[in-house]
């Protein structure tokens, strides 16, 4: 009788999409935040680049007291650039961290919670912490080592889901034009 595979660790685990032959994912975005005790939807979509180099975007709409606003964020090569109502322009801010492949890494509290079937296949299930302190579950297929889903929650509870619909698309991400950033 063959002995079972030994559970793989957390770290293990959130590092494998880096490590699979994965280029680029798409990603469906869902879920509820609270900001300034409104609790609002979010719905979009976005994408997380791992080769060449970590790099990510996301755009998303909600709807506050009657108006559609739109909310975008691209990350690459250490700059965050932010596109909100409150501004005209992208706001561009040097940044550690940001929505890329490296923030769900995991950067402290990795837990190896268990293997899950979900509709895309067997996933291993850990929880960790990213850099800015937000703990997410995160669902790695273990045909590939692609990611499935990701649910970063927030303080109050409220969480936003990450569902990976499309690999390998050549997603490709550019900064705004230089006429469209303002320096955050």
Known sequence: MPTPAA?????EVLAKPQQSNLKDAHFIVSGKITDNSVTVELVGDGALVYKPKPQGRFKFQTT??????IIQEISLDGTNYGLTPASPKWVATKSASGIDPNAFAGASEQKYVGEESLSQGKAWHAKAKDGDGNAFDAYIRESDGYPIKYVETQSGGQNITLTFDTYNTGETITAPAADQIQSG
Do not use: M
Request: proline share 9%.
């Open 64 to 69: 506050i007291g009657g108006q559609t606003v």
């Open 7 to 11: 559970a793989p660790s957390a770290k």
